[in-house]
C-alpha cells in the first residue's frame, strides 16, 4: 500500500545537526513532489519545505531558510531534510508528505507519514 | 505569506449536528483550498482538495464550499469519531495552514 515512513528524529543539543529520512513505497515516488511539514508541541501545522519530482526546485519557510536543506534520491525511494544549526524552536514532529494535484491547477498534500519527533534541547 | 484564519479555535457539538467550520484567506487564493483531519497523535488526514473535490474514501457527510477569500468545511451529520481538528491549507503559493478549529463534544 501507498506509505511514507520518516526516520532520524531524535534528541539534539542546540546548534547541531540531524538528518531526517521518509522512505515512501507503494507508488511511483520519482514523478512526485514531496513536503516537509512540523508541527510544535500543543501547536498548529507549518510548511517546511518542499521539492520537486526531480529535486530541481526547492523551496523553505522563512523559519528554517539558509539552515535546512531538502533532497532526495530517487534511486532509494527516499526524501531527505537535513537540519543544521537547530534551535529550541525546532522541537515538533516532523511529517513528509506526498503532493498531489487537481488537474493542473491545486495541489494539496495526500498521503502523511506518522511523523519523527525532533527536540532541541540542552 | 498568504494568511490562513479559522475562528473559533474550539467549537463545541453533539452527535448527530451540523457543524460548520469557517476558514479565511487574506487575499483571493481562488479554489486553492485543502483541509485536513487530525486526531491526537496521528498525522493529518487529507479530506477536501480544491475546496470542495472529496478526497476518496472520505465519507460523504464531509463537504466543502467557497472560493476567494471563505470557506466553508460543513460535517452534515456529525458522528464520534469526528472529534478531531480541522485545518484549512491554501495552495496558491507557499502553502500555510489556518491555525485549526478543535471540535469537541458538548
Known amino acids: 500500500q501507498v506509505q511514507l515512513v520518516e526516520s532520524g528524529g531524535g534528541v539534539v543539543q542546540p546548534g547541531r545537526s540531524l538528518r531526517l529520512s521518509c522512505a515512501a513505497s507503494?507508488?511511483?515516488?520519482?514523478?512526485?513532489?514531496m513536503y516537509w511539514v512540523r508541527q510544535a508541541p500543543g501547536k498548529g501545522l507549518e510548511w517546511v519545505a518542499v521539492?520537486?519530482?526531480?529535486?530541481?526546485?526547492?523551496n523553505y519557510g522563512d523559519s528554517v531558510k539558509g539552515r535546512f536543506t531538502v533532497s532526495r534520491d530517487n534511486s532509494k525511494n527516499t526524501l531527505y531534510l537535513q537540519m543544521n544549526s537547530l534551535r529550541a524552536e525546532d522541537t515538533a514532529v516532523y511529517y513528509c508528505?506526498?503532493?498531489?494535484?487537481?488537474?493542473?491547477?491545486?495541489?494539496?498534500?495526500?498521503?502523511w507519514g506518522k511523523g519523527t519527533t525532533v527536540t532541541v534541547s540542552s | 505569506d498568504i494568511q490562513m484564519t479559522q475562528s473559533p479555535s474550539s467549537l463545541s457539538a453533539s452527535v448527530g449536528d451540523r457543524v460548520t467550520i469557517p476558514c479565511r484567506a487574506s487575499?483571493?487564493?481562488?479554489?486553492?483550498l485543502n483541509w485536513y483531519q487530525q486526531k491526537p497523535g496521528m498525522a493529518p488526514k487529507l479530506l477536501i482538495f480544491?475546496?470542495?473535490t472529496l478526497q476518496s474514501g472520505v465519507p460523504s457527510r464531509f463537504s466543502g464550499s467557497g472560493s476567494g477569500t471563505d470557506f466553508t468545511l460543513t460535517i452534515s451529520s456529525l458522528q464520534p469519531e469526528d472529534f478531531a481538528t480541522y485545518y484549512c491549507?491554501?495552495?496558491?503559493?507557499?502553502?500555510?495552514f489556518g491555525g485549526g478549529t478543535k471540535v469537541e463534544i458538548k
Open positions: 508528505a506526498r503532493e498531489n494535484y487537481y488537474g493542473s491547477g491545486p495541489h494539496y498534500m495526500d498521503v
Open positions: 507503494g507508488f511511483n515516488f520519482n514523478i512526485y513532489g
Open positions: 491549507q491554501q495552495s496558491h503559493s507557499t502553502p500555510t
Open positions: 480544491a475546496a470542495s
Open positions: 487575499q483571493n487564493i481562488d479554489n486553492y
Open positions: 521539492i520537486s519530482y526531480d529535486g530541481s526546485d526547492k
